[in-house]
């Protein structure tokens, strides 16, 4: 009769450890590069050639609040 007791006690220990996960605090600037699709911008338009480049470009990231797993801010 002990043995079920203890294995349900073990069962549930395990679940309130895996229930009590912590989320690394995201919050603050992030900088970084994004991959981008240019297209039909006149900085990278050339007359008869494709008006769609692919490059990288600035990005910045501000993440102003976060509860758990979600998290809101803006990008720039």
Known sequence: MRAPIAVAAAMV???GAA???EY???RGT???NAEAIFVN???YYEEG???VVFGMTP???VIDEQQGH???GTVK
């Open 70 to 72: 979600r998290f809101s």
């Open 30 to 32: 992030w900088v970084g």
């Open 59 to 61: 990005v910045v990231v």
């Open 13 to 15: 220990v395990l679940l």
């Open 49 to 51: 050639k494709d008006a």
């Open 41 to 43: 911008t006149a900085q």
């Open 19 to 21: 229930s009590a996960q």
């Open 24 to 26: 690394p605090d995201l």
